[in-house]
């Protein structure tokens, strides 16, 4: 089991910026390959962004790319996702996921371990 915590969540203006983090308690962290994925209100839980175990490959929601961008620090157990231009589309609880894997999945049934989510709010 690994034990994940988000932060970094709050109320922004549209336009704004925020910089997510994601906490990991595993040890051995670097055989994780992690996503992030985002839920509103009458929606699905939809896929953000992913970044594979190492670091060395990324993918993106097409709505978001080239606004956010996910990194990793597996010495610090860490992965972030810096989210430039939000706009109140953004808005919705953001969540992180890992599994044992190389690389990342955009299903979010691919992900066996769960944070439990920090709130994203965009308004003016």
């Known amino acids: 089991q690994v034990q994940l915590v988000e932060s970094g969540g709050g109320l922004v203006q549209p336009g704004g910026s925020l910089r997510l983090s994601c906490a990991a308690s595993e040890g051995t962290f670097v055989n994780y390959a992690v996503g992030w994925f985002r839920q509103s209100p009458g929606k699905e839980r939809e896929f953000v962004a992913g970044?594979?175990?190492?670091?060395?490959?990324?993918n993106y929601e097409d709505s978001v790319q080239g606004r956010f961008a996910i990194s990793r620090d597996n010495a610090k157990k860490t992965v972030y996702l810096q989210m430039n231009s939000l706009n109140s589309e953004d808005t919705a609880v953001y969540y992180c996921a890992a599994d044992l894997a190389y690389r990342e999945s955009l299903s979010s049934d691919k992900y066996r371990y769960w944070g439990q989510g920090t709130q994203v709010t965009v308004s003016s």
């Open positions: 970044i594979s175990r190492l670091g060395s490959a990324t």
